[in-house]
């Protein structure tokens, strides 16, 4: 399969992912969009290296996935915690850093 399907489908989730951020008002919403983003970016960054016969975008890839699983850990956390505070995940509810 070329590799100009891949890049395709890796532009059309980035496409969906940043859409979801910039109109969607649910963090938990945001958060799946960022998730489809950085896996769009994966994606690429596979396509790439198979092309390219390299290993270098697989290990990149493996730090794009540890540092989303770090971001989920610690940004659930702190939607959990807005959530249990003020018992809405709206971001334009949670826009002010107030105790």
Do not use: K
Not at 28 to 34: G, N, P, R, T, Y
Not at 44 to 57: D, H, I, K, P, Y
Not at 72 to 90: C, K, M, P, Q
């Amino acid at each position: 399969m070329p590799v100009a399907y891949y890049l395709a489908l890796g532009a059309v989730l980035f496409t969906l992912g940043a859409v979801g951020v910039l109109i969607r008002r649910n963090a938990l919403i945001v958060f799946m969009s960022i998730e489809l983003m950085l896996n769009a970016v994966n994606l690429t960054f596979v396509a790439f290296a198979r092309q390219l016969g390299s290993l270098e975008g697989q290990v990149t890839v493996f730090f794009v996935m540890v540092v989303a699983a770090v971001e989920v850990v610690v940004g659930l956390s702190i939607i959990l915690a807005i959530f249990r505070a003020r018992e809405t995940v709206d971001i334009d509810d949670v826009d002010l850093l107030r105790g």
